[in-house]
């Protein structure tokens, strides 16, 4: 593992998903640990928890931001957890506490953070994750970078970063 100084990298996704999901989460999870960033979510199940056991168990820290009242909710692979007692309000915590996201499936918590991030200037880039055609006038609705993989979503990420 090699030091990247402290890069904060969002997974976002559904608090429940297929087994190929939670698979492409994983290791998505396992190459933000090779990095050595830090690993953000919601810290709830699915894609949530796929992405931290990969990051946790390749010896990465993982930080969840969780949406209840009690740190117990929280997944198993978390390193560290806040709780804020507000529920999908806190995806915009989520969010700003991010260099940068990859988000990985989804429905509306995930589509509500791509949109926080681009609110905020901060680069998303997106597997099999919603998708938003150009305006007449060519400007895109929302900005997420599309990759087929877990390797190319990282690599894309660091670009977006600076890192490469």
């Not at 709830?44 to 992405?51: D, L, S």
């Not at 969010?95 to 988000?103: E, M, P, Q, T, Y």
Request: proline share 3%.
């Amino acid at each position: 593992m090699h030091s990247t100084g402290n890069v904060y990298v969002g997974v976002i996704g559904s608090r429940s998903c297929s087994r190929e999901i939670g698979e492409t989460a994983f290791e998505t999870g396992r190459l933000i640990a090779v990095q050595g960033w830090i690993l953000v979510c919601g810290g709830m199940g699915g894609v949530m928890e796929k992405a931290c056991e990969g990051s946790f168990t390749s010896g990465g820290i993982t930080l969840g931001i969780l949406p209840g009242n009690c740190r117990k909710h929280g997944n198993p692979f978390l390193s560290y957890s806040i709780v804020t007692g507000l529920a999908e309000v806190r995806n915009s915590i989520v969010v700003k506490s991010c260099n940068g996201l990859i988000a990985i499936s989804g429905s509306h918590g995930t589509l509500s953070e791509i949109a926080f991030a681009n609110l905020y200037n901060i680069p998303v880039v997106g597997i099999n994750t919603w998708e938003f055609p150009e305006l007449e006038t060519g400007e895109r609705r929302l900005d997420i970078k599309k990759a087929e993989t877990p390797q190319e979503a990282v690599k894309l990420l660091r670009i977006s970063l600076g890192k490469s």
